[in-house]
Structure formats: C-alpha cells, structure tokens
C-alpha cells in the first residue's frame, strides 16, 4: 500500500467527518421522513445506512483524491480474487475460533450477535435473502470502502502500518456497538486491513468479508 505522506490524501478528520455526518443524516431519515411511509420495510432503513456511508466517503476521497488512492484497482483480478477466497477462509476460521472462546471464557450468548440474529429469525430461503444481501453483499461493499480504503489508510498514514491497524480494527468495532462480541468483530476488522494493506485494493477485502458474513448467516440459518 501506497505510504508516501507527501501525497495529498484524506485525513483521519475526514474519516471522522464521515461517520458523524452519516449518524445524523441517517438519524433524520428515519425519524423524519421513512415515517412519512407507513408501508416502507425496515430493512430500507439498513440499506439507506450503508448508500450514506458509501456516498460520503466516495464524496470525501474524490475531493481530496481519487479512487486509485482508495483501493479501486482490479490489476491482475484473477490473483485478487485468489487473495479474497483464502482470507475469507481463514477469517471464517479464525471469527468461529473467536466465538467458541468468548463463548467458553465469557459465557458469551451466541444469540446476541448481530448476525446471527439477522439469520435465526428466517423461517425460510426467501428470509434469509436481505440477510444475505446486506450481510455479503452491501455490508462488504461499504465496510470495505470506509473503514479500510478510507479509515485505515488515514490512520497508517498518521500513525504507521501497526498502530494504523489497531485503531482502526478498534474504530471498526467501535462502530458496530457489539457488546461482548467486540472483540471478534475487532479480530475480523484487523484481518481485513491485513489484507487490504498487502494488497492495496479493495476487493480481495469485499470478498473475504462477504464470505465470512454469507457463510455464518448460512450456518445459523440451516442450523436452527
């Protein structure tokens, strides 16, 4: 990934920027206007999260830089597919190994976290279809873009590789306001930057995030 500070980037006070704009613009919307629309699904709320978020850091990066910068690169997209298939594996991996020890050492409910309740309340396929659109697909897309395209890169820049990579695992769980499962979510969140930074592009990242929420909405779905 690309270190060279003289470049003009984004800042960690545009990452910032972009998280409290995207609270309170999602806040109104919600309150406010989908309110207006008795009939409209909650779910619409999930989607109009993650197209705010997706906006503003697209918004913010073009105007300090350019995509390129963010990670959108598909050089050589065999090799990064490649990459995306066998991080998702061992981040599957390793999140299952994550739980099963918070689950013994902590007492950790399994029910609680927030992907699995996405998926134990589908009573059939056609249910688990926003779980798994959101969770595999948008959820990917966007996580990827912000918090490391965007958040990580700021925070390495400032900071380093090592200290850019904690902060932003630790702001990735943060952002998730998950409880006991911060730490999983944490884990995750730094394997994902692992992953972007030997990479720098952002799709070996969506993709090993998507197999990793696809593959636990599946596992929750066809064992409950």
Known sequence: MDRDRSKKLWEISDVLLVFVLRVILV?????????????????????????????????????????????VRFDDPGRQILYGLLGGIFLFLLAEGTQRAM??????????????????????PADLLWPILIGGVLVPVTEETYYRGMAFTA???????????????LFFSLAH???????????????LAIIYDLTGSLL?????????????????????
């Open 103 to 124: 689950m013994t050492l902590l007492a950790a409910d399994i029910g609680t976290n927030p992907l699995v309740k996405a998926a134990a309340s589908a009573k059939s």
């Open 155 to 169: 925070f390495a820049r400032r900071w380093g590789t090592v200290l850019g990579l904690l902060a932003s695992a």
């Open 177 to 191: 306001l998950s409880g006991l499962w911060f730490i999983q979510i944490a884990v995750v969140g730094a394997g």
């Open 27 to 71: 806040y109104f919307i919600s309150k406010g206007l989908l309110p207006l629309f008795p009939g409209i699904s909650p779910r619409l709320v999930e989607v109009l999260d993650r197209a705010v978020l997706l906006g503003l850091t697209l918004f913010l990066v073009l105007h300090k830089s350019d995509l390129r910068s963010l990670g």
């Open 204 to 224: 070996p990242g969506i993709i090993a995030h998507g197999l990793v929420n696809s593959s636990r909405l599946l596992m929750v779905y066809w064992g409950s």
